[in-house]
């Protein structure tokens, strides 16, 4: 299936975030670089703090880094690579530190962390995705770095620019019965709404 994905991903001129969750993978993603099924620049994403995973300490960010490092040395992964880092839970806000003093990007939100903080009586203060934005800009200001604008990230990424015009007038061409007709083709193929292998148990 991963094969798969990675040539469709070069047929459509897609770039995958890669996300690493421990050493292994990025040896496994080296691997798919080799065969050719993904084509450098590479974006990482750290993830860390989930079960199973790197706890979210700056010690373990800095293990995932310097293993990414080692790979490039050896020439088991590209010189190619952006990176960004994120903890679940508490340990957001060491991983966004050590992420930047690293030189590398930071990821927040909501889907990895909803409370910001503690009051002076020490209840929870719950977040949103603008406090937490605007906490990882004043971090970086505070490192002595700009964030960078939309337009800044995507020439970093290797993406091309945005022309929201192009975007909108696709959007507004999409009609409810092609998505319907789009899930079923996928259900036909593959037995269900997901992609199924069928080495991992579909049919």
């Known amino acids: 299936m991963?094969?798969?994905?990675?040539k469709l991903y070069q047929e459509k001129g897609i770039k995958p975030e890669f996300e690493i969750f421990d050493l292994g993978a990025?040896?496994?993603?080296?691997?798919?670089?080799?065969?050719?099924?993904?084509?450098?620049?590479?974006?990482?994403?750290?993830?860390?703090?989930?079960?199973?995973?790197?706890?979210a300490t700056p010690g373990?960010?800095?293990?995932?880094?310097?293993?990414?490092?080692?790979?490039?040395?050896?020439?088991?992964?590209?010189k190619e690579i952006t990176w960004s880092a994120f903890g679940i839970g508490k340990g957001h806000l060491?991983?966004?530190?050590?992420?930047?003093?690293?030189?590398?990007?930071?990821?927040?939100?909501?889907?990895?962390?909803?409370v910001f903080g503690k009051d002076k009586e020490g209840?929870?203060?719950?977040?949103?995705?603008?406090?937490?934005?605007?906490?990882?800009?004043n971090a970086i200001r505070a490192y002595g770095d700009e964030p960078a604008t939309p337009a800044?990230?995507?020439?970093?990424?290797?993406l091309p620019a945005l022309d929201i015009e192009a975007v909108n007038a696709k959007l507004a061409a999409v009609k409810v019965e092609d998505l319907e007709a789009a899930k079923q083709a996928v259900k036909d193929e593959f037995g269900g709404p997901y992609?199924?292998?069928?080495?991992?148990?579909?049919?």
């Not at 990025?26 to 790197?54: D, E, N, S, T």
């Not at 209840?123 to 990882?136: D, P, W």
Request: proline share 3%.
């Open 2 to 6: 991963l094969m798969q994905l990675g």
């Open 26 to 55: 990025l040896r496994a993603i080296g691997a798919y670089w080799k065969q050719g099924y993904v084509v450098a620049p590479l974006h990482f994403q750290f993830c860390m703090g989930v079960m199973g995973g790197m706890d």
């Open 60 to 78: 373990q960010l800095q293990l995932m880094i310097d293993e990414m490092h080692r790979l490039q040395f050896e020439g088991a992964l590209p």
């Open 94 to 114: 060491p991983t966004m530190f050590a992420a930047i003093a690293n030189g590398g990007g930071v990821r927040v939100g909501m889907e990895d962390n909803v």
């Open 123 to 137: 209840k929870k203060i719950m977040a949103t995705n603008m406090m937490l934005v605007e906490r990882a800009a």
């Open 152 to 158: 800044e990230a995507r020439q970093m990424l290797s």
């Open 195 to 203: 992609f199924a292998a069928k080495g991992m148990g579909g049919k």
